[in-house]
Structure formats: structure tokens, C-alpha cells
């Protein structure tokens, strides 16, 4: 079975970096576009991040100069570094990717890992 498994997250002050880590687990064919997203609780889940096969990257406004998205396709890991962090980005991060497997090809999420940027 295919799982994404968060980890990176954690309390940090304003200014400060983080990075989280996404890997893809179980026996897969590829991955295609990787991606970042958040949720606060009571609000919609927004994107973040995505990054495509070849290495085109995209991003929220919000986060654009400050995050960089990469990905490892030899680990099938995805990355999401973040600095100059700021309170407005506390949220949950949740990793997905769009994975080929023997079973076709389907959206998988991440667990969640919780960001949390405070004095």
C-alpha cells in the first residue's frame, strides 16, 4: 500500500526555518506533481506549493521568496523549505502526490504535521 509520510514540523519564532519532508512509501511506478498544502482550523484547505516531474515549481503568493519546494525522485521524497516564518503561516502541512502504482494512478495525502510560528 502507498503512504505519505510526513515529518518537519514543529514550534519555531518568527524569522525562523523549517523544513518539511515528505516521503512516498510502498512499491510505486512514478510520481507526478508533488505538492504542499495548509489548513487552519475553520478555514479551507489552500495550496502551498506544487512541483511537477521535471522540476517546474509553483507557488502561493504568500509563500513566494520565502518556501522552496523540491523533491528527491531517487527517494521519492518531496521537500518543503521554509523561511522567514512568519505567525500568519502556522497551520497544519499536508503533502500530497499524484502516484502511478500497479493500481493506477491516484491522489494520496500525508498525515499532517503541525506548523506552529509564535514568540
Known amino acids: 500500500q502507498v503512504q505519505l509520510v510526513e515529518s518537519g514540523g514543529g514550534l519555531v519564532q518568527p524569522g525562523g526555518s523549517l523544513r518539511l519532508s515528505c516521503a512516498v512509501t510502498g512499491t510505486i511506478f512514478s510520481a507526478n506533481v508533488m505538492g504542499w498544502y495548509r489548513q487552519v482550523p475553520g478555514k479551507q484547505r489552500e495550496l502551498v506549493a506544487t512541483?511537477?516531474?521535471?522540476?517546474?515549481?509553483n507557488y502561493a503568493d504568500s509563500v513566494k521568496g520565502r518556501f522552496t519546494i523540491s523533491r528527491d525522485n531517487d527517494k521519492n521524497t518531496e521537500y518543503l523549505q521554509m523561511n522567514s516564518l512568519k505567525p500568519e503561516d502556522t497551520a497544519v502541512y499536508y503533502c500530497?502526490?499524484?502516484?502511478?502504482?500497479?493500481?493506477?494512478?491516484?491522489?494520496?495525502w500525508g498525515q499532517g504535521t503541525q506548523v506552529a510560528v509564535s514568540s
Open positions: 500530497n502526490a499524484v502516484i502511478l502504482d500497479s493500481g493506477g494512478r491516484r491522489l494520496y
Open positions: 512541483i511537477m516531474s521535471g522540476g517546474r515549481t
